[in-house]
Nanobody, 117 residues
Framework: QVQLVESGGGLVQAGGSLRLSCAASGSIFSFNDMGWYRQAPGKQRELVAVIPSGGSTNYADSVKGRFTISRDNAKNTVYLQMNSLKPEDTAVYYC???????????WGQGTQVTVSS
């Protein structure tokens, strides 16, 4: 069993910053891909950023230059630094971790990020 526990969400004014964290624990000791997705009300869940264990990061166009994803493999933790936040960034943010390429992945419970204008 794997648990992903997110933290760091909250309410912030436009232009502000937040840092999300996601710690993985359980029966799997390493993950190939770790990333963040988000889902706004009435919209589909979308990729925000992903960071493979040994490759380059990938970002949604809407967050490039504002968000930075990083990971600490020793702690099985992934982070999302969000700067210059906009009201359209408001969503529930979900952590995702995939043990091996092409296999199923695990999801966190989600953390709410609200950006006021």
């Amino acid at each position: 069993q794997v648990q992903l526990v997110e933290s760091g969400g909250g309410l912030v004014q436009a232009g502000g910053s937040l840092r999300l964290s996601c710690a993985a624990s359980g029966s799997i000791f390493s993950f190939n891909d770790m990333g963040w997705y988000r889902q706004a009300p009435g919209k589909q869940r979308e990729l925000v950023a992903v960071i493979p264990s040994g490759g380059s990061t990938n970002y949604a166009d809407s967050v490039k230059g504002r968000f930075t994803i990083s990971r600490d493999n020793a702690k099985n933790t992934v982070y999302l630094q969000m700067n210059s936040l906009k009201p359209e960034d408001t969503a529930v943010y979900y952590c995702n971790a995939r043990p091996l390429p092409g296999t199923g992945s695990y999801w966190g419970q989600g953390t709410q990020v609200t950006v006021s204008s």
